[in-house]
Structure formats: structure tokens, C-alpha cells
């Protein structure tokens, strides 16, 4: 009797670790004005943050940031003219001045929950991101490698966002 009380306990423990690690591999959904994130590797997460999107036609750059406290994204979208519904592949941000366009560049960053006072940071070295424009509005996923801004750990991201209002500045854009 107690075998099997073992073995249930057993099987009810495996069962639970599954539905915990299967729930962070599940397609990730954005509402609108939203952008869902999840990354891999020495360490693991996923967040879903409120997101904006500024478009400047001077410099024909777009940045879409999504921030809560100390964790945020941001994804760098390099245009030829205008906002464009294709493939950006994802570069490092050291070739971003040299690179062909359209192109994207990506951050992320979050509070270490083993280190309370750390923030970990990574940035793009490669990958893709995906948009598809409607009046006003960008949607789309980034499916990009990450490395560490101050080690060589690396991340595997994918992240949706859907519905994000665009705004367009001018005059020199800061």
C-alpha cells in the first residue's frame, strides 16, 4: 500500500513539474498593445509588458519599448523609408551602422530574482523579426540569440506584440 502511495506521489510530482515546464513553451499571446517575451537559456523567463512604438521618418528609425519597473524590451527596427512589412533580420548593435536595411536590433533586460539587486541585460547577435502593419498599428514576433552585455551567456528569445500604436516624431527624433 504504501508502494503505491509512492509510485501516486511520484507520478502527481512528475506530473506538476511537466504542467510547470510546458506552460512557459506554450504559444505566447499578446493583447493588443502588448508584447509577450520568453527566453532561454542559463536562465529562463517570460514577461508581458505594456508597449509603444516611435517611428522618426528623419532618421527612419523605429523603436518599439516595452518597460514595467527595471525589465523591459526594446526592438530597434532600421527602415529604408518607411515602416515595411517584411523579414528584419536581427543583428548585434555593433554592426547596426553598417548594416543593410531594413534591418532590427533588439535588448532585454530583467531584475534577477536570485540577486535582488541585479539586473541581467542582453542584446541581439542575431534573428529575425517579423512585422505586419495595419493603419496605425504594427504587429509581429522576434525570434532573435541574445548575449550577455558583460559576460558570454547567451539567450534564445521569441516574443509577440500585436496592436501596438504608432507614433511618429520629427524634427531630429532624439
Request: charged share 15%; glycine share 10%.
Amino acid at each position: 500500500m504504501a508502494a503505491v502511495a509512492i509510485a501516486g506521489a511520484v507520478v502527481l510530482g512528475a506530473a506538476a513539474w511537466f504542467m510547470r515546464g510546458s506552460a512557459t513553451t506554450g504559444p505566447l499571446r499578446a493583447a493588443p498593445a502588448r508584447l509577450a517575451i520568453e527566453w532561454r537559456g542559463k536562465y529562463r523567463g517570460r514577461m508581458i509588458l505594456p508597449a509603444k512604438i516611435n517611428w522618426c521618418p528623419v532618421t527612419r528609425i523605429a523603436v518599439l519599448e516595452a518597460v514595467s519597473g527595471d525589465s523591459g524590451v526594446a526592438i530597434v527596427l532600421y527602415e529604408h523609408d518607411a515602416l515595411t512589412a517584411v523579414p528584419h533580420p536581427v543583428i548585434s548593435p555593433d554592426m547596426a551602422a553598417a548594416a543593410p536595411r531594413p534591418g532590427a536590433m533588439a535588448a532585454i533586460r530583467w531584475m534577477r530574482l536570485e540577486k535582488d539587486t541585479a539586473l541581467a541585460g542582453f542584446r541581439s547577435i542575431g534573428g529575425v523579426v517579423h512585422i505586419q502593419l495595419a493603419p496605425g498599428k504594427i504587429s509581429g514576433d522576434i525570434n532573435a540569440r541574445m548575449r550577455s552585455v558583460t559576460g558570454t551567456d547567451t539567450l534564445v528569445v521569441r516574443g509577440v506584440f500585436r496592436d501596438v500604436p504608432v507614433t511618429t516624431a520629427a524634427i531630429g527624433c532624439a
